[in-house]
């Protein structure tokens, strides 16, 4: 007997233009290379996958779902050009499920900033991130 | 090689062999970090955590029924999907020794409470750590679904949102034993 089936989500992400995302495998690179020009990476997720795993160097600010999210994030990013190159990922969920990058993105956007991009990540920051070998930190 | 050396050496090998198996499921490798996941049959890594009335649950304390520990987030939509039918599976295989937890990985259970009620949730649900996720070999992504057997131990995990097909037809299966 079928209890239930799953049906897609509301795809907040899957709205993001192409052009504005980064993929993993360039980051990866690009956060390993030489020199000091790397971006600012926000996890805009929960504090707890956070601690658990995150880029390194990354900053967390907390879930862009909620409007204490964003407010913290518009705090953090207030004082940057309006150029700098900032980072957005949070791989809480699949990417048509995930609901915090899209509201962060918007929020830079809105803010002026003409450098952002989004990590796409497909399924979830294990699958696509730590298990493929990528730097990893945890802790706060 | 004298016999005392071989036979150090052969236990050694043994109990580093022990060691990786125990492991074996799921291993994280990345710089900084390693994260393990328990292997199938092995014992589910215990822990006690507080429930959103205030009192601990100690996942140990349900040894004897089968236990469906789901870790999720009030924002997860996949999470949100399946809940009701948590509830349903809750509902249904309870009183024949089905024990759902969920393990909000929420950073506050200030949203966890009105959620509770909201889906009218009939199983206990704890806040959740980065330790309790370590132990669990990284919850790094959501929903992620354990199924214990009678006896403590893992007997499946599922990754994403899950059918309640799979569930079901595991959940029965272990009821059995």
């Known amino acids: 007997m079928s209890l239930f089936s799953i049906s897609p989500g509301s795809g907040q992400a899957s709205a993001i233009p192409t052009a504005r995302l980064i993929q993993t495998e360039e980051l990866a ?11 600012l990476m926000i996890q805009v997720g929960s504090h707890v996958l ?32 309006r150029t700098k190159f900032i980072v957005l ?28 991009k989004v990590l796409y990540i497909s399924d979830n920051l294990g699958t696509n991130w730590v298990d493929k070998g990528y730097p990893v930190a945890k802790g706060d | ?50 429930q959103l009335n205030g009192k601990d649950l100690r996942l140990s304390s349900y040894h004897g029924k089968v236990v469906l520990l789901d870790f999720w987030a009030t924002w997860c939509d996949p999470c949100r999907e399946e809940i009701p039918h948590l509830v349903e599976l809750q509902q249904r295989y309870g009183d024949r020794g089905l024990q759902v937890i969920g393990v909000s990985i929420d950073d506050s259970p200030d949203p966890v409470h ?10 206990p649900v704890v806040m959740g750590t980065a ?47």
């Open chain 1, 29 to 39: 690179k690009m956060i390993q290379a030489p020199g000091n020009d790397k971006p």
């Open chain 1, 50 to 81: 956070f601690s658990q795993a995150h880029i390194p160097g990354s900053e967390h600010i907390g879930p862009a779902s909620s409007e204490a999210g964003v407010q913290q994030l518009r705090k953090r990013v207030e004082p940057l050009p």
């Open chain 1, 89 to 116: 990922y949070c791989g809480c969920c699949p990417w048509g499920h995930c609901p915090n990058v899209k509201p962060a993105d918007d929020a830079l956007h809105a803010m002026g900033f003409t450098n952002v």
């Open chain 2, 1 to 50: 090689m004298r016999g005392s050396t071989r036979f150090l050496l052969a236990a050694a090998a043994l109990a580093a062999g022990a060691l990786v198996a125990h492991y074996a499921v799921r291993q994280h490798r990345a710089v900084g970090v390693t994260l393990s996941a328990p292997a199938q049959n092995l014992p589910a890594p215990d822990f006690t955590l507080p």
């Open chain 2, 114 to 123: 009105p959620f509770y009620q909201q889906f009218h949730m009939n199983y």
């Open chain 2, 131 to 177: 330790q309790t996720g370590t132990m669990y070999g990284g919850i790094l992504g959501l929903p992620i679904t354990f199924l214990i057997t009678r006896d403590g131990r893992i007997y499946a995990k599922h990754i994403g949102a899950t059918s309640a097909e799979v569930f079901e037809k595991e959940i029965k299966s272990l009821l059995q034993n």
